[in-house]
């Protein structure tokens, strides 16, 4: 996979100076350790790496947590704490632990009813255990759209935008960088319970009821979510009191970045990994991860089970150039959320590249379905079978370390499969892959494909990126091609059946609302879908909505402009970028920010018909 997809912007650096020298007996100051190991990328940034003016937007915690528990860990041995220090210090201007003008405790001050669910709701990733991100009963028409207005917005801790927001009862579940998780009310966005988390968490929330015990007096509701440490969490949706937690994942660079999955009883975690990251250390024993799906018992946080797309462990194969031990098969991380079959009694997961050249035996880019109940790998449907990739290999030559001999182009699958049934009751599955192609696979005949369109030129940043929505008719995939060679950035609709393309719009060329950083064209982040309107997010801060007839746009909105916040002053927004907006009970939640390859801010914006 690639570098924006592991959250934290900063993971780029030191990336290219993967042979770390012993520290010396005086600690580097900041400049130094900048000039010396980040300024030949960071100053100069193309494509995947984040330029300086993103860096400096950081919290100093931020980028030393990058550093010492988060995506560079790998890269960053061998720099003494201090240094660690120094070098965040210096590209943020301000010292660790200093406050920043910006989010404030916000705690509501009234009592709230009691939590409950509502009869719509946006709960998880994509709505839906089909993860269609349709809404039937979003609560606004399409003649609505000229009459929205803020109704409140809020500052995300951290310095970026960065989960999707879920919507259930008057509760707002808001995941931020810091590891902090609130729970705002739906009406106003004060905060009704704060929680902290051992590590970033960026996964959508999803709530359900647990297993009343006997003589409950009333039903308990847990919001599930992951770290970025690999540990599943489960709390009180009422109160945000801890419930359980459980590591799911022993490997040093496992990460949660998909929204959990429920059903009956079990909530299913995806398990992702930025170990194609750690393995630009040229001396990185690379690569012994596996992507897969576990299942633990809701009420205790307790594993019924754990699959892996690539179903055999990792084994020694050869020395690499510099003398390490190298492994494989390793790769198919999962970043999305899973797809539930409830039909078929099936649970379908997307997984990423290859990260070394040994056979994944079907494991990488593909869909693969997994019984509910066992976690047995019941069919894989691979798409780019030599997919193999990791950073730091120049044009993808096997010059050095870790890199693969023979490079793939990076094109996994990062948005979760969506499953639709047709209008002659037959069903579908659509997956969208980086490299620009929409798939319509059989669920009836293990994944076989039904049909393929091409939508983008595809890259490694997408392609299609994070995600798209389907009503009963069409398929609306936003296409990010923002580095692709003569790329199409937009959004298509395609027919469900046949994957004809209905119609197609070029994302605007807008100028965006700021100066500095990057100004890009691109739709990344996911769709979502109402009747009659689509909504699509682009990387020059605008929501856009546009008809599901024509794709005509229908109303524009800068979600980058500063706006004054229920909990921190007047806050700018920036790119959208990853998540989707999240639509219940006549509001829209939009996170603008995402700032990996625009702008980053940190918006949370609710918006209804004037504002109500």
């Given amino acids: 996979m690639i570098i924006r997809r592991c959250g934290i912007v900063f993971v780029a650096l030191f990336a290219v100076f993967a042979g770390i020298t012993q520290v010396a007996a005086a600690a580097l100051d900041g400049p130094t350790v900048y000039a010396q190991r980040c300024a030949a990328c960071h100053d100069n940034a193309t494509d995947r790496t984040p330029p300086l003016a993103i860096l400096r937007a950081k919290a100093p915690e931020e980028i030393v947590a990058a550093l010492t528990s988060g995506s560079?860990?790998?890269?960053?041995?061998?720099?003494?704490?201090?240094?660690?220090?120094?070098?965040?210090?210096?590209?943020?201007?301000?010292?660790?632990?200093?406050?920043?003008?910006?989010?404030?405790?916000?705690?509501?001050?009234?009592?709230?009813?009691?939590?409950?669910?509502?009869?719509?709701?946006?709960?998880?990733?994509?709505?839906?255990?089909?993860?269609?991100?349709?809404?039937?009963?979003?609560?606004?028409?399409?003649?609505?759209?000229?009459?929205?207005?803020?109704?409140?917005?809020?500052?995300?801790?951290?310095?970026?935008?960065?989960?999707?927001?879920?919507?259930?009862?008057?509760?707002?579940?808001?995941?931020h960088t810091t590891g902090r998780v609130d729970a705002l009310d739906a009406q106003t966005g004060c905060e009704r319970w704060t929680f902290a988390a051992d590590g970033a968490v960026r996964t959508a929330v999803n709530v359900a009821a647990l297993n009343a015990k006997p003589g409950a007096k009333k039903t308990r509701y847990a919001a599930f979510f992951g770290s970025f440490n690999a540990v599943a969490y489960a709390v009180d949706a009422e109160?945000?009191?801890?419930?359980?937690?459980?590591?799911?994942?022993?490997?040093?660079?496992?990460?949660?970045?998909?929204?959990?999955?429920?059903?009956?009883?079990?909530?299913?975690?995806?398990?992702?990994?930025?170990?194609?990251?750690?393995?630009?250390?040229?001396?990185?024993?690379?690569?012994?991860?596996?992507?897969?799906?576990?299942a633990l018992d809701a009420a205790t946080g307790k594993v019924i089970w754990k699959a892996h797309g690539i179903p055999i462990e990792a084994k020694p194969t050869k020395i690499s150039t510099t003398g390490t031990q190298l492994f494989g098969p390793a790769g198919g991380a999962i970043w999305s959320s899973p797809t539930i079959d409830t039909k078929r009694g099936l649970i379908y997961a997307a997984t990423g590249n290859s990260y070394t050249d040994v056979d994944t035996q079907g494991g990488n880019d593909s869909i693969v379905a997994f019984d509910l109940k066992t976690g047995k790998r019941v069919w894989a449907n691979q798409v780019t079978p030599k997919d193999s990739f990791v950073l730091g290999c120049p044009n993808g030559k096997q010059s050095k370390g870790n890199c693969p001999e023979s490079a793939g182009p990076d094109f996994d699958f990062g948005s979760s499969p969506v499953l639709r049934t047709l209008p002659n009751g037959k069903q579908i599955i659509l997956a969208g892959q980086k490299?620009?192609?929409?798939?319509?696979?059989?669920?009836?005949?293990?994944?076989?494909?039904?049909?393929?369109?091409?939508?983008?030129?595809?890259?490694?940043?997408?392609?299609?990126?994070?995600?798209?929505?389907?009503?009963?008719?069409?398929?609306?995939?936003?296409?990010?091609?923002?580095?692709?060679?003569q790329g199409t950035p937009g959004l298509y609709a395609l027919q469900l059946d046949t994957g004809s393309v209905t119609w197609q719009v070029p994302t605007p060329p807008t100028a965006c609302s700021w100066s500095g950083g990057r100004c890009i064209r691109g739709q990344s982040a996911a769709s979502t879908v109402i009747p009659g309107v689509v909504f699509s997010g682009a990387l020059d801060g605008h929501l856009r909505a546009y008809s599901t007839k024509d794709g005509a746009i229908l109303w524009d909105y800068d979600t980058a402009a500063a706006?004054?916040?229920?909990?921190?002053?007047?806050?700018?927004?920036?790119?959208?970028?990853?998540?989707?907006?999240?639509?219940?009970?006549?509001?829209?939640?939009?996170?603008?920010g995402y700032g990996s390859w625009g702008k980053a801010g940190k918006l949370l914006i609710a918006l209804s018909v004037e504002g109500k």
């Fill in 72 to 175: 560079m860990q790998t890269q960053a041995n061998g720099l003494a704490p201090e240094e660690v220090r120094n070098v965040a210090e210096f590209l943020t201007a301000r010292r660790s632990g200093e406050a920043a003008a910006g989010p404030r405790p916000n705690p509501c001050s009234k009592s709230a009813a009691p939590f409950a669910p509502k009869a719509v709701a946006w709960n998880g990733w994509g709505v839906d255990v089909e993860n269609t991100r349709y809404q039937p009963n979003p609560g606004i028409q399409p003649a609505d759209l000229s009459r929205l207005k803020v109704k409140w917005a809020f500052a995300f801790y951290g310095q970026s935008a960065y989960g999707q927001p879920t919507v259930v009862g008057d509760r707002v579940f808001v995941t």
């Fill in 563 to 592: 706006l004054e916040t229920v909990n921190g002053g007047r806050v700018e927004g920036g790119s959208i970028d990853a998540t989707g907006v999240t639509i219940a009970n006549g509001t829209i939640y939009v996170a603008s």
């Fill in 435 to 485: 490299s620009g192609m929409m798939y319509g696979l059989d669920p009836d005949n293990k994944g076989e494909l039904l049909w393929q369109t091409r939508v983008g030129k595809g890259s490694a940043l997408g392609g299609i990126e994070w995600g798209f929505s389907a009503d009963l008719h069409n398929a609306y995939v936003p296409v990010s091609d923002f580095i692709a060679p």
């Fill in 239 to 294: 109160t945000g009191q801890e419930l359980w937690h459980t590591k799911i994942d022993a490997h040093a660079v496992a990460r949660l970045t998909g929204g959990p999955a429920y059903y009956n009883g079990v909530i299913y975690f995806p398990v992702s990994s930025h170990e194609e990251v750690a393995a630009a250390a040229e001396k990185y024993s690379c690569c012994t991860f596996r992507g897969a799906v576990v």
